[in-house]
């Protein structure tokens, strides 16, 4: 066998081998790089987090410092860009309650986007203080995320242990937010308002308790007079329309209107102090 017979073999695996050893390494030192780089960044302080941009389909819907409370941002404790989990970020926005979806973006040298929408308040759940309601029956706090809103309490007489904010899946929601839709449907609110929704008793033992109560308030003649309705759970929505014709008969002054029992209505004069 001649000699070039035998190189030509040799350098085929020398070749190889060295191409191994490109591909393989390149990748390396590549991560090991990037990664040197970006343990540089985590204390250079010209990527300390300084700014937190909005967006959403309403501007500015909370205001910058509950975001930086939220997100754990301060000047005081600096978080580096770098270093920010922009994933736990989304979750502690979202462990809110307000926030209904949230994405977080990096935006070199400083600064991150917040993109999100805040839940809108229908109703206050007049079980627990601080607690507002939206039309898929999620609750969440008010304050100090909201100012101050005039809304119908909602009252449905069950316990959440332990408590937290989000979803409530109950017969009692599903059946609350069924009446105010229905509210809002009847245009109740003219000439009237809508003070609460009382589905607590609905669940008493005795049948002649259950029942769903609406308090609300009605101007007449430029005064303003109080109405206890009193709805069965099963035919609500007939009873209230029955309602609706006894007002256009221009009802006594305060009542407690019971419409369990149509076609009868039983009306009892309410007594104030």
């Given at each position: 066998?001649?000699?070039s017979?035998?190189?030509?073999?040799?350098?085929?695996?020398?070749?190889i081998?060295a191409?191994?050893?490109?591909?393989?390494g390149?990748p390396?030192?590549?991560?090991?790089?990037?990664?040197?780089?970006?343990?540089?960044?985590?204390?250079?302080?010209r990527?300390?987090?300084?700014?937190?941009?909005?967006?959403?389909?309403?501007?500015?819907?909370l205001?910058?410092?509950y975001?930086?409370?939220?997100?754990?941002?301060?000047?005081?404790?600096?978080?580096?860009?770098?270093?920010?989990?922009?994933?736990?970020?989304?979750?502690l926005?979202?462990?809110t309650?307000?926030i209904?979806s949230?994405r977080?973006?990096?935006?070199?040298?400083?600064t991150?986007?917040?993109?999100?929408?805040?839940?809108e308040?229908?109703?206050?759940?007049g079980?627990?203080?601080?607690?507002?309601?939206d039309?898929?029956?999620v609750?969440?706090?008010?304050?100090?995320?909201?100012t101050?809103?005039?809304?119908?309490?909602?009252?449905?007489?069950?316990?959440?242990?332990?408590f937290?904010?989000?979803?409530i899946?109950h017969e009692k929601?599903e059946?609350?937010?069924?009446?105010y839709q229905?509210i809002?449907?009847?245009?109740?609110?003219k000439?009237v308002?809508i003070?609460q929704?009382?589905?607590?008793?609905?669940?008493?033992?005795s049948?002649g308790?259950?029942e769903?109560?609406?308090?609300?308030?009605?101007?007449?003649?430029?005064?303003?007079y109080?109405?206890?309705?009193r709805?069965?759970?099963?035919?609500?929505?007939e009873?209230?329309?029955n309602?609706l014709?006894l007002?256009?008969?221009?009802l006594?002054k305060?009542?407690?209107?019971?419409?369990?029992?149509?076609?009868?209505?039983?009306?009892?004069?309410?007594?104030?102090?």
């Amino acid at each position: 066998m001649s000699l070039s017979k035998k190189v030509k073999p040799l350098y085929a695996f020398l070749s190889i081998f060295a191409s191994i050893l490109v591909f393989s390494g390149l990748p390396l030192l590549f991560i090991n790089l990037r990664n040197e780089k970006k343990s540089l960044y985590k204390i250079q302080k010209r990527y300390q987090i300084k700014e937190i941009i909005q967006k959403g389909p309403v501007k500015e819907a909370l205001k910058t410092v509950y975001l930086s409370e939220i997100l754990d941002l301060s000047i005081d404790h600096p978080q580096n860009l770098f270093a920010f989990d922009t994933k736990r970020a989304e979750q502690l926005l979202l462990s809110t309650g307000v926030i209904s979806s949230a994405r977080v973006t990096k935006i070199k040298p400083n600064t991150i986007e917040v993109d999100y929408e805040v839940r809108e308040p229908i109703a206050y759940l007049g079980d627990y203080t601080n607690t507002v309601m939206d039309s898929e029956g999620v609750i969440f706090p008010l304050t100090p995320y909201y100012t101050p809103k005039v809304l119908i309490t909602i009252y449905l007489g069950i316990k959440i242990d332990p408590f937290t904010y989000g979803k409530i899946e109950h017969e009692k929601m599903e059946l609350a937010l069924k009446i105010y839709q229905l509210i809002a449907r009847l245009n109740l609110h003219k000439g009237v308002f809508i003070d609460q929704i009382d589905l607590s008793k609905l669940s008493s033992e005795s049948l002649g308790k259950q029942e769903i109560v609406l308090t609300l308030y009605e101007t007449l003649g430029g005064e303003s007079y109080i109405r206890y309705i009193r709805l069965s759970k099963n035919n609500y929505e007939e009873e209230l329309m029955n309602f609706l014709d006894l007002k256009a008969m221009n009802l006594p002054k305060n009542l407690v209107v019971d419409l369990r029992m149509l076609p009868n209505a039983y009306l009892t004069p309410l007594e104030l102090q």
